[in-house]
């Protein structure tokens, strides 16, 4: 800016300060003191919203200083604990070369959007949507603590509190506007710059957001962002080349390998006996083990897992309730095979059709949970690549670990297809990496996770299939195929598991700018 204009400018907000246009938020409270205005009726609305009506956040983006009183009340006001935040401010920057230099501080909680997905994911049915005034809680009697509306969340609202066992989230503090009295953030703020507003429903649809956030029409926040002017192009949020590893999620990074691994050790079954390939009769409760244990280890990640009986109430609406679901018929359909064949059956029967019919459908209702929260590193076909090649890859390997055991004589030809799939999963894998095309290289924050913050496990990752796939080709040369065997089973469930463990640590988040 000119010194001319710089001069001109301040000398106008010089005189809106005198003229009273312009006061600070020190001055307004006094006034409002002085006169016996109430401080807070002008932050929410007087009336209740009408049917097709609802509560909004309203906030002036010329009003906030960044001050983060709003913060600091909410967490007051809620008593959370000390590393846990419902609201949050962030920065937007314009830091391009050659142009205007521009930042704007932006404040942001939940946005009680009108297709809530956090709502439509939670397989215990632990939000709902008030139909009179449009708020989205959350029950916090009802939650598991599963995390999942975190994951489906675009503009990561939902916070996980450990000590608890539970997620919580911004309730626009529904039993003050009861009462008539302002939320504590709205009340805090010095400048007035977050109001309460009523909103139609079929306005939001039509309704602008904020640049460098999540789309707006994946879930139709109704927060209101108004400013004078308009925000200029090309703004990006302070942390936009900040690179921050995402929750390892252990316990589900082990259920997805290992339940995978089971499931695809059926699917071989099947097919050996179709071409009728002698296998060892020990494969089903191989299996049926490795989805058993996985499903107690994902009960690791569960904040309240005896109450997770409840996964029959989102059926309608969350793939993680109809995971749940899958095998849980998938364990029923064990019983049934064991308690009418035992537990070392030879042949296909019913039974072994219900359990690869069941396990099945467990596997691509785990594919469509995360397909389902759009984020651009859980693509159907990323999802579908790793989560589907697992599956054979790991079944071969324990069916050939299997016939080592049971010392049941192992095909060439098994080998050689072990090896294909390894090679066809990574380089459609290794596709991703190279810019190639747009549609499939993974987002350059993804990939500057993975090579730089991350660069141990991809190393890890890519080494590991080094070594499975030149052990495999010194087992089909005959000798000491057996130890070669194993080794390459060993390398591939490391490399599976710093892959999918990558799959959750750099997936990305568009968020809120600047969180």
Known sequence: MAPVELERTVRELLRQQQDTTLQSAVTVFAERKESGTGKYQSLIPLVQPAPGQQYRFEVDLDACSGCKSCVTACHTMNGLDRHET??????????????????????????????PACALGCPVKAYEKDPRTGIVRHLDDQCIGCQYCMMMCPYDVPVYNARLGIVRKCDMCSARLDQGEAPACAQACPTDAIHIGIVDQAELTRQTFLPASAEPHLTVPSTLYTKKGELPDGLRAANHFQLEAQAPHQPLVWMLLLSQAGVGMLLWLFFATLFQIPLSPWMTAVSVGLVTLSLGLATLHLGRPLKAWRFMLGLRTSWMSREILAFHLFMTAALFEFWDQGIQ?????????????????????????????????????????????????????????????????????????????????????????????????????????????????????????????????????????????????VACFLGEYCERSLFFRSALSRGMPGL
């Open 86 to 115: 419902w609201r949050k401010v962030g920065t937007l920057e314009q830091t391009q070369p050659g142009l205007f230099p521009f930042s704007q501080t932006v404040t942001s909680a939940c946005h009680h959007c009108l297709e």
């Open 345 to 489: 059956a030879s042949g296909w029967t019913l039974g072994k059709s219900l359990l690869l019919a069941t396990g099945l459908l467990g596997i691509f209702c785990s594919t469509m949970i995360y397909i389902e929260t759009r984020r651009t590193t859980w693509s159907p076909f990323r999802c579908f690549l790793r989560f589907g090649g697992t599956t054979l890859l790991l079944g071969l390997f324990g069916t050939l670990l299997v016939a080592l055991v049971d010392e049941t004589w192992v095909h060439e030809l098994t080998i050689g297809l072990t090896l294909f799939i390894l090679f066809v999963k990574c380089a459609l894998e290794a596709r991703e990496h190279l810019p190639l095309r747009s549609g499939y290289t993974l987002p350059l924050r993804s990939l500057l996770l993975q090579w730089k913050l991350l660069s141990g496990w991809t190393w890890l990752r890519w080494m590991s299939a080094w070594v499975c796939a030149s052990a495999l080709v010194l087992a089909l040369a005959g000798t000491g195929a057996a130890s070669f065997i194993i080794l390459a089973a």
